[in-house]
């Protein structure tokens, strides 16, 4: 019969999708988080594991790791995040076509540091290069409330979205030969190709779905604007200008947003950085705008789209106009429109939140397509 102290001790196993076995010990936690002692000499005694997303929807799964001390500990975290690959072989084989957890792990420790935005504190991360598979331990931001894509955004959070995304991309503003960047280049150098097939493959099986759970019809010219889509996605990627590239975040919505307040001035920290890359800013504003802003709030777009370009000059951007944020902006909502239709697509028996959720993705950048006049700049 096992005694609580041998029961508290016993370590937790996580499968992952390679059939190796992930160990989450004491032990390992105590080393992790070895810095945080030094002055009080405390140590984990214990771990729970609260399961905090539904591992069908997502390429990874994600755990609060409730710790127990062994004496009181103020400076040590109560809990923990902990991000690990998906358990699920198609998901992840689907997965590591974009490398996520390489992407991800990279930011947190080559990236971070240096990103003038606020991000969660990453205690541990890890990679198995021969697999993709990758581990981080992460602050746990509880006290925060995190971003509601189907609400969407409102004004204020947009703009504090907007400048905290304009900090990023003024840091890394033209910085391709940085040592960090060219790294992040090397880890993804060779797939590119293989990302663009993947995306028209799943838009391609995508759009007719897209055109049929449309529940007001499609206007001609968005329909237009999918139908020359399929089979030519190089068309989507030649539209977006590589003149001006920075490190962007590659999924910039709001649910990837978690909003607080500090002295009493409201803040925002960014998660998720699995998409991370090197190239347009403007696929980062492009997502948010056109995906989280509702489409009544719309009217807003072009002011916050000039809040971002000043943020921009105002962090040292130079040789930037509004007139080429402006068309750079409009470019990047092809490849935005893309992902939309992709995020908008139902599974077989969709719930009713489900079809909730796609009709307004959808609707956002329908309205998207329109006002900017997308298919007018095409060869349809």
Not at 29 to 41: M, P
Not at 109 to 136: K, M, N, W
Not at 181 to 194: P, T, Y
């Amino acid at each position: 019969m096992q005694t609580a102290s041998e029961n508290r001790s016993k370590p937790i196993k996580i499968q992952l999708a390679s059939g190796q076995v992930f160990e989450m010990t004491p032990e390992f936690i105590n080393t992790v988080l070895c810095a945080e002692f030094e002055q009080d000499g405390a140590a984990v005694l214990a771990i729970q594991l609260e399961p905090l997303a539904e591992e069908s929807h997502f390429n990874a799964v994600l755990y609060r790791l409730h710790l127990t001390y062994h004496q009181q500990n103020e400076n040590a975290p109560k809990s923990l995040i902990a991000k690990l690959p998906t358990a699920r072989a198609e998901l992840y084989e689907l997965a590591q076509v974009f490398q996520p957890g390489t992407r991800e792990n990279w930011f947190y420790r080559a990236a971070a540091a240096q990103s003038p935005l606020r991000v969660p504190r990453c205690y541990f991360e890890d990679t198995d290069l021969s697999t993709g598979e990758s581990v981080l331990l992460l602050e746990d931001l509880s006290h925060a409330t995190s971003g509601n894509w189907m609400a969407g955004a409102t004004t204020e959070q947009a703009r504090l979205a907007l400048q905290s995304l304009a900090s990023l991309h003024s840091r890394w503003w033209g910085q391709d030969q940085s040592e960090e960047i060219r790294e992040l280049n090397q880890l993804l150098s060779g797939n590119s190709e293989n990302e663009t097939d993947l995306v028209q493959d799943l838009f391609d099986g995508a759009w007719p779905k897209f055109v049929d759970q449309t529940e007001t019809a499609l206007p001609k010219d968005v329909h237009q604007l999918g139908e020359a889509i399929v089979g030519n996605m190089q068309m989507v990627d030649d539209f977006i200008d590589p003149g001006s590239p920075t490190l962007i975040h590659g999924d910039y919505r709001i649910d990837n947003m978690l909003f607080g307040e500090k002295d009493g001035e409201p803040i925002c920290w960014v998660v998720d950085w699995e998409d991370v890359y090197f190239g347009s800013g403007m696929i980062d504003v492009s997502w948010f705008l056109g995906g989280c802003l509702p489409v009544e709030e719309v009217h807003h777009e072009k002011d916050l789209l000039r809040f971002y370009h000043q943020e921009l000059l105002s962090n040292g951007v130079e040789n930037y106009s509004w007139v080429q944020c402006y068309v750079d902006y409009c470019s990047a909502m092809y490849s935005s429109f893309v992902q939309g239709v992709l995020s908008a697509r139902l599974d077989t028996n969709p719930s009713d939140q489900e079809r909730e959720f796609a009709r307004t993705i959808s609707e956002r950048f329908i309205s998207a397509a329109v006002r900017l006049r997308l298919a007018e700049q095409i060869d349809l």
